[in-house]
């Protein structure tokens, strides 16, 4: 004979069933990754630092790479923020926050070494350069005003691309 099930033993095994098939299903969706909220904030801190250590007057170039590095990480982060939660993959951009935070500390380090040494740093040639361009552009009171103010604003750390 067949064993007697009754209705509530039936009705507990579906559920089962369901509850079984479902979880899963909503770890997936709610268990997402999550940003790397501090890496961001130590890598932008990192970049502050580079700043106020003169590296737009030191080391202009480098940290205008550096800014580039940066604007790539948030662009990654903006791409995973955008896709759904189970399909979030910040390796790429926690990779290119640990590059940012290294070149960082290197080009801060090189603006202080710099500082120190009394050396002029690669924005003062461009600064040199913009004055001499200013003196031959006489004629052009708007272009000259404009390069006046950017070398100021470099001179000064100021300058922020």
């Known amino acids: 004979m067949w064993p007697s099930v009754?209705?509530?033993?039936?009705?507990?095994s579906i559920r089962g069933a369901i509850a079984a098939t479902v979880a899963p299903l909503l770890l997936l969706l709610v268990g997402c990754a999550n940003p790397p909220t501090e890496k961001v904030e130590a890598a932008e801190l990192a970049v502050n630092e580079a700043l106020s250590a003169g590296a737009t007057f030191y080391l202009a170039e480098d940290f205008a790479k550096l800014e580039d590095l940066l604007a790539r990480a948030q662009e990654e982060l903006a791409v995973q923020e955008n896709k759904l939660g189970f399909l979030r993959?910040?390796?790429?951009?926690e990779q290119l926050l640990a590059e940012i935070q290294e070149e960082a500390d290197r080009i801060t380090a090189g603006s202080e070494r710099m500082k120190e040494a009394g050396k002029p740093g690669r924005g003062q040639e461009s600064a040199d350069a913009d004055e001499s361009e200013r003196d031959s552009l006489s004629n052009e009171p708007d272009q000259a005003c404009i390069r006046e103010h950017r070398t100021k604003q470099i001179m000064c750390g100021e300058l922020v691309r």
């Open 89 to 93: 993959d910040y390796t790429t951009a």
């Open 6 to 12: 009754t209705r509530s033993e039936g009705y507990r």
